[in-house]
């Protein structure tokens, strides 16, 4: 038997960062039927998670617009930023 020589010790879990708001990143094809998208941004929209996230959602699609405009109706525009297509 030969024993490990790393030391197995869980990590200490991280502090909370001290900055702002938390930034999210969504990376999916705008389809708000296939991913549910049109949820989220409905979601964005409540009064207690407006100020407590920031989402940045790469991607283009069939449903773009729409949520776009679903976006701006809801005035998640410091919210919810439309990155576009991104490698």
């Given at each position: 038997?030969?024993?490990?020589?790393?030391?197995?010790?869980?990590?200490?879990?991280?502090?909370?960062?001290a900055c702002q708001?938390?930034?999210?990143?969504?990376?999916?094809?705008?389809?708000?039927?296939a991913k549910g998208?049109?949820?989220?941004?409905?979601?964005?929209?409540?009064?207690?998670?407006?100020?407590?996230?920031?989402?940045?959602?790469?991607?283009?699609?069939?449903?773009?617009?729409?949520?776009?405009?679903?976006?701006?109706?809801?005035?998640?525009?410091s919210t919810l930023?439309?990155?576009?297509?991104?490698?």
């Amino acid at each position: 038997v030969i024993p490990n020589p790393v030391e197995n010790r869980p990590p200490e879990a991280l502090p909370w960062p001290a900055c702002q708001t938390p930034t999210l990143a969504v990376v999916a094809r705008l389809d708000a039927d296939a991913k549910g998208l049109d949820l989220l941004v409905e979601a964005l929209a409540n009064p207690g998670l407006r100020d407590r996230v920031r989402v940045n959602l790469f991607g283009t699609g069939p449903d773009e617009s729409a949520l776009r405009q679903s976006a701006s109706k809801r005035s998640l525009g410091s919210t919810l930023c439309f990155a576009g297509w991104s490698s």
